[in-house]
């Protein structure tokens, strides 16, 4: 008893190598505020280079707002060319009439198309209440959102190999890199 409890008590952290080689992505980049969505952009560039990515194996389209995010996510999504989908805009409360209609949408359009597809779609949609929150999410490494959303298609995308070798791999060869 004692075991089992301590078995289902026990946290299961799966080690991510955050290599993104061999992986393919579309950055999908909303041109509204494009001051600071081709930061995004460039920061989501910068997050994939250094995992390992080559510049041949990302893809950047673009869409004329964060509203056709989705719709353009999940065409690239259904290609079957990519492994990941990286949505980058900016949606500022205080320069945006329609602030939640554009902001709400994007953001469940985005998850649809994720769950539609079956494949990845980040949401790397800055929401912000004015410009100089939106500037500061769009700065360099963890403080762009752009590269944080990057960062985060590697991961899952390394999660989802490891998850598929996991249910083709016989009872002996079965495991999850659990940390010890
Ligand atoms: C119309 C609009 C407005 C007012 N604000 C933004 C915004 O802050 N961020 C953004 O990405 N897009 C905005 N848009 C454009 C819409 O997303 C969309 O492109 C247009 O309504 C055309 O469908």
Not at 7 to 32: M, N, P, Q
Not at 145 to 166: C, I, P, Q, T, W
Request: hydrophobic residues 45%; proline residues 3%.
């Amino acid at each position: 008893m004692a075991v089992e409890k301590e078995r289902l008590l026990k946290t299961e952290v799966h080690r991510r190598d955050l290599s993104a080689a061999g992986f393919r992505f579309a950055i999908v980049v909303s041109r509204w505020n494009e001051a600071l969505t081709s930061r995004l952009a460039a920061g989501a560039a910068e997050a994939l280079r250094e995992t390992g990515a080559s510049d041949l194996s990302f893809e950047t389209f673009y869409v004329p707002g964060s509203f056709e995010l989705p719709l353009a996510c999940l065409k690239a999504a259904q290609t079957g060319d990519f492994d990941a989908v990286i949505a980058l805009g900016v949606v500022i409360r205080g320069e945006t009439p329609h602030f939640e209609y554009v902001a709400g949408q994007a953001a469940s359009g985005i998850l649809q198309a994720s769950m539609t597809s079956g494949i990845p779609v980040m949401f790397g949609v800055i929401t912000a209440e004015n410009l100089e929150q939106a500037e500061a999410r769009t700065g360099q490494k963890v403080d762009n959102k752009g590269y944080e959303a990057a960062h985060s298609a590697v991961e899952m995308v390394n999660l989802f190999r490891e998850m598929d070798r996991r249910q083709t791999a016989d009872e002996d060869t079965k495991f999850f890199p659990h940390v010890a």
